[in-house]
């Protein structure tokens, strides 16, 4: 049975908006799909709302994830519209990647910056959401370790693999980007275990090069693309894949 129940960061457009369209098409569409984004007022936020408009199992909740009082604004408006039910996948999807960062240009201000959106938000979210996530691992306690019980899903990158750097370094250094990525890996590897013994799946996602604000228009998946895969890869996800870098395609990425 296909997972009932998402939470998605950063769905006002890229990846995360996508990943909302594409839960929606599916045979078996999510009961409901907390799509968060900045500001649910903005210009920006036109396309999610008129999905929301047009799809009641789509609630727009307004949610900055670097701010631990705006979580905890969603969590509770989240509880609301769950009514007592659990929350089967949390996917912490916003992030941002300064692309001119490099050995000689790295800086306090940058570095900080990034691993606060792709570090301390996630962390944050992960323990904000942590509760609802256990009551839909009670909930399906019967199923096998996966999205249709509990899961949290981090939006990583192959750019944080410390194994494949040599390959890619000189093409993207994109270092305050690479060195957030490698501790969100490690995030989640440390979740995977921590959370086990609570039947929540925990793995990190590569979506692909994808052509978004952040990927740029030179990259080779179109966004259909990629969430297409990852949508299927979602879907199979079980304890093999707990703890790991996983792709779009679900091929396993070393650390
Ligand atoms: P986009 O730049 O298109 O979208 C990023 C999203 O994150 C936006 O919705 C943005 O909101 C949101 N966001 C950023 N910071 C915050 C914050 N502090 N609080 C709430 N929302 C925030 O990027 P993509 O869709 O391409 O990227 C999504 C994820 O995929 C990221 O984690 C990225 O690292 C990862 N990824 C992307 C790749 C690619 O090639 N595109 C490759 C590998 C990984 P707002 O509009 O308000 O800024």
Known sequence: MAPQRFLITGCNRGIGLE?????????????????????????????????AAKNPNVVVIPLETTDAKSIQEAVEKVEKHLNGA??????????IMVTTSTLESADEEDFLKVYNTNVVGPLLMAKAFLPLLKKAAQENSEKPLGCSKAALINVSTLLGS??????????????????????????TRCQSVG????????????????????????APLTVE???????????????????????????????
Request: charged letters at 15%.
């Open 195 to 218: 959370y086990q013994k609570d039947g929540i799946l925990c793995t990190a996602l590569h979506p692909g090069w994808v052509q978004t604000d952040l990927g740029g228009p030179q």
């Open 19 to 51: 990943l909302v369209r594409q839960l929606l098409e599916q045979p078996n569409p999510p009961k409901q799909i907390f799509a968060t984004c900045r500001n649910p007022n903005s210009p920006q936020n036109q396309v999610l709302n008129d999905l």
């Open 162 to 187: 410390i194994e494949r750097v040599p390959e890619k370094f000189n093409f993207a250094p994109a270092l305050s980007y690479r060195c957030s990525k490698a501790a969100l890996n490690m995030l």
């Open 86 to 95: 659990g929350l089967n996948v949390l996917i912490n999807n916003a992030g």
């Open 225 to 255: 693309k990629s969430v297409n895969g990852i949508v299927k890869v979602l879907n199979n996800l079980s304890e093999k894949d707990s703890g790991i870098l996983v792709d779009w395609e679900g091929n396993t990425i070393p650390w």
